[in-house]
């Protein structure tokens, strides 16, 4: 494409685009959960493994710190334990285990923690579409308390808001309080089933009601006033 050449999506309306990108934000999601639920069908312990294989990898650190030749990079094996599947700098590995698994053993990554990933995707593209629309909200309300006021959703749709709001409360727990029931979310969430404190799991159903809630929200956002 010539430098002068317009990017046909850059042609487009306001609307479109923010179609357009809502569609590529939930296929993303869902195509995350698609794999999760494979993985959980196929190696349920996966998660689990990997923190182990991690961690051997730290193990072969501490194993050859006194080396001279020890340059810092350490194999990280694969599911057999018999290949190596690449080496990778025992700083660079802290980092990753540190982001993929922020909690530590004690708090065991799962299936379900791989889905909080796609809540927070989902929310992500609702924010998204929020801000290419160009809405507007007022300085402490959150984005889908006013996609719920300005498209009038509570009044016609209260299901649908109560999904939207646990949607917004999930992401809040997985995001600020390592996935544990906070007083704050039984109030908003009244009808959970989750205890204080309780990890709140994120289930397959939990997330076609979610992924439903986002692409119903959207469809009226986006549609023709």
């Not at 379900?112 to 579409?129: D, F, I, K, N, W």
Request: charged share 30%; net charge negative.
């Amino acid at each position: 494409m010539a430098h002068d050449d317009i990017d046909p999506l850059d042609a487009q309306d306001a609307r479109n685009l923010a179609r357009q990108r809502l569609r590529s934000n939930l296929a993303a999601a869902l195509l995350l959960d698609w794999l999760l639920t494979d993985v959980e069908i196929e190696a349920p312990e996966y998660f689990s493994d990997l923190e182990s294989r991690f961690q051997t990898g730290f193990d072969y650190a501490a194993l050859w710190r006194d080396d001279p030749k020890f340059d810092g990079f350490v194999p990280l094996h694969g599911r057999d334990r018999s290949t190596i599947d690449f080496w990778i700098h025992q700083e660079d590995l802290g980092e990753l285990l540190s982001r993929l698994f922020p909690h530590g053993p004690n708090d065991a990554p799962s299936i379900s923690q791989g889905r909080a990933l796609v809540v927070v995707m989902l929310h992500s593209a609702l924010e998204t579409l929020f801000h290419d629309l160009d809405l507007k909200r007022h300085s402490k309300e959150s984005i889908v308390a006013a996609l719920v006021s300005i498209l009038g959703i509570a009044e016609r749709e209260p299901t649908l808001r109560d999904t939207l709001v646990d949607l917004r409360e999930t992401r809040v727990l997985i995001a600020h309080c390592r996935g544990r029931v906070t007083d704050r979310y039984r109030r908003q969430v009244p009808m959970t089933t989750f205890a204080p404190d309780e990890v709140r799991l994120v289930t397959g159903n939990d997330i076609r009601l979610f992924s439903d809630a986002v692409h119903r929200v959207a469809e009226q956002a986006l549609s023709p006033k």
